[in-house]
């Protein structure tokens, strides 16, 4: 899980900003990195004007940042670094991701990332214990036989088990040696990988009816007469190092991820406005999101991240009402006001600070601010709020 994202302060004028909105903002963003507050960002919500870019430009000081809607979106709360698997991983490994993680599904991606579904820990764990298809289902497994070897750990000790994919017929020899012959004499043999503890009568039964491959579990010895029946007759023998039940299991999940992926699937962009995206989730059954830019995978939203704390807070200068805010401010925590308008019936859920003074602009009080914190005001910031004064003010005759 990604850490998360720093937490950004926008000091932010109203909309259509004038000289004294901008300087303001600027001011009192520099004043909050001077007294040692991180992340705190001037900005402005409209265009700047021909004087404003003489002032800026006069003073040695960059525009604001423009910034149109503060609105939440999705790349607020979505995870980037993100686990997932490709078509052809082996669904064991889909598991043992999803175990480690505490996870309920992964993102399933092409070799550029291209998201083609999700596999949900439910399908995954139904594949490993299959009730569909009952016992028919349980046996089959499509994929490579070095794969399936692979899962459970296995050693090969006569042969090398193949590459290619293909369909293997699970049977465990736990039965009766005639009870054996039986059941495997209704199956081509070549499609069988037995798998039997120290039970020799049925290894060499197995090698002897040419069947595919033969696992001897619990990592038990192979005697000299059942590698050799297994070698003359072409069989693979492998020792797995755990019982029969896991190899097995873990068998099992030697099939690729692609046959479980669940193509239709709910998405978002890092763009998607969080409120439209929670609405999207609340009314969808998946639990993982993709995030998804240009089609590539950058990201994904759990429905528990539509929970978390958005990563930004404001600061509104030269305006309260937020008929005049930037768009979005009512859905961003706003910690400070620094106005000299009329109140406009402006309200908050936590206190805040609240600084509006019956001054000629934000500007002076911007000044005020710095006296009180006993910071010196740097020329280039002092030349803006002057000019930011001087302009509210109709050159102080207002």
């Known amino acids: ?49 021909e004087r404003i870019d003489f002032v800026l430009e006069k003073f040695g000081v960059e525009s604001p940042l ?31 991701l999803i175990e480690q993680n505490r996870m309920r599904g992964l993102p399933v991606v092409d070799g550029e990332m291209r998201c083609l579904g999700l596999l949900s820990a439910f399908k995954a764990l139904q594949h490993m214990l299959p009730c569909e298809n009952g016992a028919e289902g349980a046996r089959m497994v499509e994929a490579p036989l070095s794969e399936i070897v692979k899962t459970f750990g296995g050693t090969p000790l006569v042969g090398e088990p193949g590459t290619a994919v293909g369909n293997h017929r699970l049977v465990v020899a736990a ?65 797995s190092p755990t019982d029969s039940a896991t190899t097995v299991l873990l068998a099992r999940g030697a099939s690729k991820v692609e046959e479980k992926v669940d193509r239709d699937f709910v998405f978002f962009t890092p763009d998607t406005l969080l409120d439209t995206a929670r609405e999207a989730a609340t009314d969808s059954g998946q639990t993982l999101f993709p995030v998804l830019d240009g089609g590539k995978l950058v990201g994904v939203v759990a429905k528990s991240d539509f929970l978390k704390a958005i990563p930004r807070q404001l600061i509104l200068v030269d305006h309260n009402e937020l008929s ?10 706003i910690i400070e006001v620094l106005d000299h308008h009329r109140i406009g019936g402006f309200s908050s859920e936590t206190p805040i600070l609240f600084w509006n003074n019956p001054v000629g602009s934000t500007s002076s009080i911007v000044a005020m601010c710095y006296r009180q914190a006993g910071i010196a005001i740097p020329k280039p910031i002092a030349g803006l709020l002057m000019a930011g004064l001087i302009s509210d003010t109709l050159n102080l005759t207002s």
């Open 1 to 49: 899980m990604t850490p998360a994202s720093p937490l950004q302060t926008i000091v932010i004028g109203h909309r259509n900003p004038d000289m004294d909105s901008i300087c303001a903002a600027i001011g009192y963003a520099e004043l909050k990195r001077l007294s040692g507050v991180p992340g705190v960002i001037p900005a402005r919500a409209g265009s700047t004007n």
């Open 66 to 96: 423009f910034i149109s809607d503060l609105s939440p979106r999705v790349r607020d709360v979505m995870e980037r670094e993100v686990l997932s698997v490709t078509a052809h991983s082996p669904v064991y490994e889909a598991v043992r």
């Open 324 to 333: 005049q805010a930037v768009p979005g401010a009512d859905k961003v925590p």
């Open 175 to 239: 039965m009766a040696y005639e009870t054996y012959c039986s059941r495997v004499s209704a199956f081509p043999a070549e499609e069988i990988v037995v798998i039997v503890g120290d039970r020799e009568d049925i290894q060499m039964a197995a090698v002897q009816g040419g069947v595919e491959a033969v696992v001897v579990t619990g990592g038990l010895p192979v005697s000299d007469a059942v590698s050799a029946e297994a070698r003359k007759n072409g069989v693979i023998l492998v020792s």
